[in-house]
């Protein structure tokens, strides 16, 4: 028994070292790219050429984040929590925006909206605002997945308890939920940052100039900058997630086989609306716009039905490409990066160094993050090289690239997981294997299929690494948008992008969102005094 248990925590710690390493990897690559010249690298980064752009990049991406925060919370508890009608279609809805490519979905606001757009009583986005709202829109289901992950789980006795003595729904809120779900606001809210650090799209459809624009205006002509850049992007995601894991506390309670939910009474219309406003921005209007750029393209060409049915017809392989690359590396990603997450969420060395690694990789803008694996593959021994340009490779750099979604989601369950059933199983003998497999890794699964289920979301739109490392031939929908926009076809990117949106809500209701085993307790609301 001595000898199975410490093989078990031997293999599991090389798991996490593992990924610890492959997180290394293109980090060490910028670095000793952008610090070859020491005095080079410094004078860049205390340029106004680093620090105009960089501290906008910063506002938008702390304006992102915290709205992020606001809707995301709020989205999860009422799809949780209330009685709002229509709560499972609204959970699959409010999450569709985040598998919407930025730079599509921004295009998409600006042509909804303002003079000449679908929408024109609605002033068209612009700028810091613009670049901002779209930011919000398009990733704050980064908060909403884990928190809806981690209210699943929530016991409802605290919250009977808190109501029996006399609290109203805002102070059992405050006090009895929001310190169950506080690790996945604060989780979610910094991917919502780090995504907008990392982000060009949105950035440059809305015309406002941060560093990512920097970067890849300056990737050919100046390396040099570019690489300088994404080293100090890759610094203040390792600052910003050492800042999120201090107010990040441990809350180890019982897990529920019951979702408590308060009738909203007459707020109950007011939040169904909000809900559906939020929806309508950053998914219908979107679709809206898709919709009409096939219309327009298709009676512009005469094809009609058609060469609809022909286009669809030509998405089948990218479709195919699609749902598979983002399935394989989901599962991958969350089957590997448990020891990982377990080493975080338990407050190791180890554990802190792979988080911040995690969230670095995570912070750099995709095509600084491909070309650094393209610069270690090619430069690799033989037996590394033969897998550029394949498959394994490809969904590796995605996991690698997204893999902060499974460490930080796997992280805070393991923090907020009750001790009390590991600690229990152990008195009466169980060895660290079966308690993992018996207890916690039923315990972990609703925040374990969260975090796959974002790296899903976030590899079917995923474009830079796709164009520098997939195999010849393999086009994904996210590639078919990219030329598809770039040759001005926008009939054949907005056809692309309803399918795309079509395969993603398929995919997050099957392998994220759908929990038949959640049982509704009812609360009878009490106006809070």
């Known amino acids: 028994m001595a000898q199975t248990s410490g093989r078990f925590n031997r293999l599991a710690r090389f798991g996490a070292v593992a990924m610890v390493l492959a997180f290394v990897i293109p980090l060490a ?97 612009d700028g810091f605002v613009g670049a901002a709202i779209a930011l919000t829109l398009f990733s704050f289901p980064y908060v909403t997945l884990p928190v809806l ?5 929530a016991p409802p006795a605290i919250e009977e308890s808190a109501r029996m003595l006399g609290s109203g729904p805002v102070t059992i809120f405050k006090d009895a939920v929001w310190p169950q779900i506080r690790p996945a606001v604060w989780s979610g809210s910094m991917l919502v940052f780090l995504y907008s650090l990392s ?24 390396p040099s900058t570019a690489l300088t850049l994404g ?58 716009a898709f919709g009409a750029w096939w219309i327009r393209g298709a009676g512009a060409s005469g094809d009609g039905l058609a060469g609809m049915v022909q286009g669809l017809g030509d998405l089948v392989s990218p479709l195919l490409n ?32 792979g988080s911040r690694a995690a969230a670095a990789t995570y912070a750099l803008p995709g095509i600084l993050a491909a070309l650094a694996v393209v610069f270690v593959v090619v430069r690799a021994p033989g037996p590394i090289f033969v897998f550029y340009q394949t498959f394994p490779l490809l969904v590796a750099v995605y996991v690698v690239n997204f893999g902060a979604y499974s460490v930080r989601t796997t992280a805070d369950a393991v923090a907020s997981m009750p001790a009390v059933y590991p600690e229990m199983a152990s008195t009466l003998g169980a060895g660290p294997a079966k308690r993992f497999f018996t207890i916690e890794l039923p315990l972990l699964g609703p925040a374990i299929a969260a975090g796959g289920g974002l790296v899903l979301l976030s590899v ?66 009490r106006k809070d005094s």
Do not use: H
């Open 29 to 125: 690559g910028l670095a000793w790219g952008a610090l070859r010249v020491p005095g080079e690298a410094a004078g860049v980064a205390f340029s106004s050429t680093a620090l105009v752009p960089f501290s906008r990049s910063l506002a938008v991406a702390l304006t992102a984040s915290s709205l992020a925060a606001i809707l995301g919370t709020a989205s999860a508890w009422l799809i949780s929590r209330s009685d709002i009608p229509g709560r499972r279609l609204i959970a699959v809805l409010v999450n569709l925006p985040l598998v919407i490519p930025s730079f599509v979905g921004a295009f998409a606001l600006r042509f909804a909206f303002g003079q000449g757009g679908l929408i024109p009583a609605i002033p068209r986005f």
């Open 199 to 222: 982000d060009f799209g949105a950035v440059s459809i809305m015309r406002y100039d941060t560093v990512t624009r920097v970067i890849f205006s300056s990737r050919l002509s100046s």
């Open 322 to 353: 699609t749902a598979m690359a983002g399935g394989v590396s989901a599962v991958v990603a969350a089957a590997l990066l448990i020891p990982l997450g377990r080493e975080a969420g338990r407050g190791t060395l180890l554990g802190k160094l």
């Open 460 to 525: 079917l739109k995923e474009l830079p690494a796709t164009l520098l490392l997939a195999p010849i031939g393999f086009d994904t929908l996210a590639t078919r948008i990219w030329d598809a926009t770039g040759e001005g076809f926008l009939a054949d990117a907005g056809l692309a992008s309803l399918v795309l949106v079509v395969l993603s809500g398929v995919l997050t209701w099957s392998l994220v969102l759908r929990n038949p085993t959640i049982r509704t307790v009812r609360i009878s609301a």
């Open 231 to 288: 080293l100090l992007l890759a610094v203040t995601a390792i600052v910003a997630d050492s800042l999120t894991r201090r107010r990040t506390a441990r809350y180890r309670k019982s897990s529920a086989d019951a979702v408590v939910t308060y009738p909203l009474l007459v707020w109950r219309w007011p939040a169904v609306a909000a809900m559906w406003l939020v929806i309508g921005l950053g998914l219908i209007a979107p679709l809206l």
């Open 149 to 153: 992950a981690r209210l699943s789980v």
